[in-house]
Structures are given as C-alpha cells and as structure tokens.
C-alpha cells in the first residue's frame, strides 16, 4: 500500500525531501525574525479566499471568522517555517478539512497568488513555502481519501506537514 507522503509526492508533483527543505533553513529568520511577512501573506491569502468567486469553496471557511483564520495561519505558519511556537502555544493542532483534490486546487491557486503579490518574502522562500504547501494540500487529499477507503482514519501515520520540527 503506497504510504499518504508517497501519494501526496505522486499527486503534487512535489518530492518529499523538496517539500521539506524548509527544514534545512529557517525561512522565518531569513525573512527578518519577525511576524510580518507571515501575517501579509495570511492577510493577501485569506482576502482571497473569502472573496472566492466559488460558494463551494467559501463554505469550507464559513465556521471561520476571517481575522481568526488569518491569526490561526500566520502563527502556524510562523512556527512551522522556524519560528516561536506561537500556534502551540494558543491552539495546539490544525483543525482538519475535508480536503479534496479540486479544494486543493483552489487553496493552492489562492495561496500562489498570495505568495506572488506579498513583496515582503523573497523569491528562493516563496519557492520553497509553495512545495510545501503543494505537497501538504495532496497530503491531506491522500488522508481523506484513506479515512474513506477504510472508514476509520490514519491516525497514528507519521506526519511531517504540521510539526513544528521534522519527524525522526
């Protein structure tokens, strides 16, 4: 049986260790140390997703306010590119959606945008957020689908998407 990291390389596009490279650096220190960059790219990105000209798509955000989605991404996006554990700290865990092939297409498509007109992140960085976030949206369709398939979920998987480190 091909393993969630496999399907999620196969259906990206994206090699896990290219997905990963975020943590062979620290994208949060390259980018100043500070919250800024992070919170424009969640700001640019979540405008987007709440304008969606799609109702589908709307609707998997509808039982998030758009500041706290805003908040939620940016501290987790902090803590996960090298920062201080910010989403930890408050939250704990990423709440999962449903997440299908296509609403991994419309997510991805908002977050390129997102990441092409937020001037305060440099090229090599946007570069590598994008791998990961197009391995982490397949990886979460690779879930739905096997939650599916054998109706009881994969819990116990090893999961590098959302660690604040990389899993050993």
Known sequence: MQSLQDKASEW???AAADAFAIDGCNI???LGGTPQPFVDLSTNFYTRV???EEEWFREIFA???KEDAIQNQYEF???RMGG???FSERRGRHRAFPVTHRAAERWLHHMQQALDTTESIDADSKAKMMKFFRHTAYFL???LE???QHSHGCRGTACKHGASKPAE
């Open 84 to 86: 201080p554990p910010l």
């Open 77 to 79: 996006l902090i803590q």
């Open 146 to 148: 096997t939650t599916r």
């Open 63 to 65: 039982g998030s306010k």
């Open 12 to 14: 990206s596009g994206v």
């Open 28 to 30: 949060f220190e390259s």
């Open 50 to 52: 709440y304008e969606d």
């Open 141 to 143: 369709v690779a879930g």
